[in-house]
């Protein structure tokens, strides 16, 4: 059996070569890169609300400096303008590039309607079911900061667990 001492130096030893290794990038991102592809949309943070970034080629290859992980969207951004009926038949109109609070995303399943909070022109509030393919979720999924050889960065959001 060992002794307490010798377990504690192993434990410090391995905390100390587990701090070097991260210190140090060894399980980082270092020398990752993206390649470009169609349909790619780069922002200047990573949100979807934030700036668009332009300036990138499909198929160039650019070099990955960050990585982000997000939990739950908190908002949605409209796609495209659309009609939306509450529960008592109001109609509301919700347009393109807007952002609304997220109440439910119900992300378990991808046909399922989420449900959206909106402002009335009176002021008041309307929660609405709103189907996923017309929204895009706002500060959710995994972002790449990337990094062209020119120097251009921007953030691209490569997974979501959205639809």
């Known amino acids: 059996m060992m ?11 391995l905390c100390l070569l587990a701090g070097f290794a991260i210190g ?6 270092k020398d990752r890169s993206y390649s470009v592809k169609e349909g790619d949309s780069f922002y200047s943070q990573p949100s979807v609300t934030a700036q668009p970034a332009a300036g990138f080629a499909k198929g160039e290859e650019l070099d990955v400096t960050d990585k982000l992980e997000l939990a739950a969207p908190t908002a949605v951004k409209v796609l495209q303008t659309k009609i939306v009926e509450d529960k008592n038949r109001t109609k509301y109109q919700l347009r393109e590039g807007d952002v609304y609070k997220l109440v439910e995303s119900r992300m378990d399943k991808a046909n399922t309607p989420c449900v959206i909070e909106v402002q009335t ?5 309307a929660k609405l079911e709103v189907d996923k393919t ?3 979720p706002v500060d959710e999924g995994t972002w ?20």
């Open 3 to 13: 002794s307490n001492k010798l377990v504690m130096r192993i434990a410090a030893l």
């Open 24 to 29: 140090m990038n060894i399980f980082g991102l």
């Open 121 to 125: 022109v009176n002021g008041a509030t």
């Open 134 to 136: 017309l929204l895009q």
């Open 144 to 163: 790449l900061q990337v990094r062209s050889k020119g120097g251009a960065g921007a953030w691209l959001r490569v997974q979501s667990k959205w639809y």
